[in-house]
């Protein structure tokens, strides 16, 4: 592999990221002004403990009761098996659409293309159901956000008037996002870090006050209080595993924004692990703080208010108001960084003439370093699939299921390839770390992060993981799919759904084929070098 000397003082770090992009076949359009804590925003913000466990907690308690609190330990520790190996990667292959640059570069650009093409899709979707979380935040603050059916009405995002006023709050939100993300990166980092200060002092605080206000004590764990009598199952206890499995993902974001950060093969690595680390310590405490703090596990809240009704209980309407504020904000500030991410990806696809209107997507504004239409595009469409479900209220837990269920499909785009070409490169006895770019050290001169020799048995572990989950989440659930109880396509929608994007995806394609530039593929390890192995040009 080639090899190219560390960083010196009489060449600037920007210089050195500049040439470093070369190497991998771009020049440097987007504006670095991303540093290590924004790299970890950008991650935990999509994560976004305070966003998703606030909106899913009855999800998973309404299937599993008590006991559904040690579904989260085990998606984590899956996750982090995921997350582990997009570090790697993420030291090798520094570039904005990460997903789709890994895995095009590991499989080729046929299966790169359709990975990139899921993720694109699963982002909007992501887009979409993190906006609509202000309705399980909002109404309980101030009854004049429930602007649908007046504050009387029911804020449930399960009954029509509580559906309605989702779209709006979600509609209205996406308009500050994507203005913030059109400005620019240094507005959305200072936006965004500023969401994630508040988030984990909003965390502690909030956490700090339930156990404080413990009413019952950790043996409650190991029950299925909350559940009616003779329900509880093993089947109901793997479908309360999808509020883990809906938390936990998009902690890939800093990688979407290597472009944009400074000594990303050092950094990225890092704040892709602790993102994911800081948010399931995080939000393990959450799940506990209101297991053991709720007024009551079997008057039927908890399956159906969830966490706003035991802050609200607890802390009284003052205490639990000033908290939900905070909520909100990070609901505000996820929806930002899923938005960002999703732009980058599709910007990183447009860039390689592999998406419709690559022209205008592909293009970046010279002032503010952004790529401005994939922004826009990103934001449109994610009202757009929030408008198109005015008159159905069943579509929400629907629309949640299939994103995160199309977020795992594209991760294993990535995972899969990376395996494949690490069992191969063992049989053929190859040792060393592969030419994944043009470095073997970071921007310090430091080795570049790895697994070493635990490369293999944790992607195998990963890969497995991943596979019972996305069965796990596609599994045509008709409480998860279909709340109306008599409409088949929406319970068998996830599977419907992912068969008609790669449907379309195919069709795409071949309109774009003649045009596309190709990402070139290379081999990847990370098992340790061959102690004073000489380096070959």
């Known amino acids: 592999m080639t090899d190219i000397a560390a960083p010196t003082s009489s060449r600037s770090s920007t210089d050195t990221e500049h040439l470093d992009l070369a190497d991998l076949g771009y020049q440097q359009e987007l504006h670095r002004k991303v540093g290590k804590f924004s790299s970890f925003a950008a991650g935990f913000s999509f994560v976004s403990i305070l966003t998703t466990v606030f909106q899913l907690f009855s999800l998973g308690f309404g299937f599993g009761g008590a006991a559904f609190f040690w579904t989260w330990p085990l998606v984590f520790a899956g996750q982090m098996l995921v997350a582990l190996n997009f570090s790697s990667l993420s030291a090798r292959i520094p570039i904005s659409g990460a997903i789709f640059q890994w895995s095009s570069r590991l499989a080729g650009p046929r299966i790169g293309w359709f990975t990139g093409w899921v993720m694109i899709i699963a982002q909007i ?21 429930q602007m649908i059916g007046g504050p009387g009405a029911d804020t449930s995002v399960g009954s029509p008037t509580g559906a309605q ?148 209980s607890v802390l009284g309407p003052v205490g639990g108001r000033i908290l939900l504020v905070d909520v909100a904000i990070a609901v505000c500030s996820c929806t930002l960084a899923v938005q960002t991410s999703g732009s980058r990806m599709m910007y990183s696809m447009a860039r390689q003439k592999a998406l419709p209107g690559y022209r205008f997507l592909g293009r970046v504004s010279p002032r503010t370093g952004t790529p401005v239409y994939t922004a826009i595009t990103v934001g449109a469409l994610a009202a757009l699939s929030l408008l198109i479900n005015v008159g159905n209220s069943a579509i929400f ?36 770390i592969g030419p994944l770019g043009s470095r073997d050290v970071d921007e310090e001169g430091k080795p570049l992060f790895s697994m070493g020799r635990w490369a293999l048995p944790v992607n195998v572990a990963a ?75």
């Open 463 to 537: 890969v497995v993981y991943q596979t019972f989950m996305v069965i796990n989440l596609a599994w045509p659930r008709a409480e998860v799919f279909d709340l109306t109880g008599h409409t088949w396509w929406l319970q068998w929608c996830a599977v419907l759904f992912i068969a008609l994007a790669l449907a379309v995806g195919v069709l795409v394609r071949r309109h774009l084929a003649p045009h596309t530039t190709l990402v070139p593929t290379v081999e990847v390890d990370d098992y340790p070098p061959v102690r004073n192995a000489p380096t070959t040009a």
């Open 397 to 432: 837990t629907a629309l949640t299921s299939m994103c995160i269920a199309m977020l795992y499909l594209a991760y294993m785009g990535v995972t899969v390839p990376l395996l494949v070409l690490r069992v191969r490169r063992r049989r053929l006895g190859l040792a060393g």
């Open 165 to 312: 006023n989702a779209i709006v709050l979600g509609v209205m939100l996406l308009a500050v996002t994507t203005t913030i993300n059109i400005i620019g990166v240094r507005l959305m980092s200072i936006v965004n870090s500023t969401g994630v200060v508040l988030e984990i002092v909003g965390v502690i605080a909030i956490v700090s006050a339930l156990l404080f206000h413990a009413r019952r004590g950790p043996a409650v764990l190991f029950t299925t209080q909350g559940l009616p009598p003779g329900t509880a199952s093993i089947s109901g206890w793997l479908a309360s595993a999808l509020m883990a499995a809906y938390v936990m993902v998009g902690f890939d974001s800093a990688g979407e924004l290597s472009e944009e950060t400074h000594a990303p093969r050092r950094t990225t690595p890092r704040t892709i692990v602790h993102a994911l680390t800081v948010s399931g310590i995080g939000g393990a405490l959450l799940l506990l703080g209101a297991l053991l703090a709720a007024p009551s596990l079997t008057d039927g809240h908890l399956a159906t208010e969830g966490l706003p009704w035991v802050l609200t």
């Open 125 to 145: 979707l992501t887009v979409a159901t993190a906006a609509i979380a202000l309705q399980a935040v909002l109404p309980s603050v101030w009854s004049g956000f």
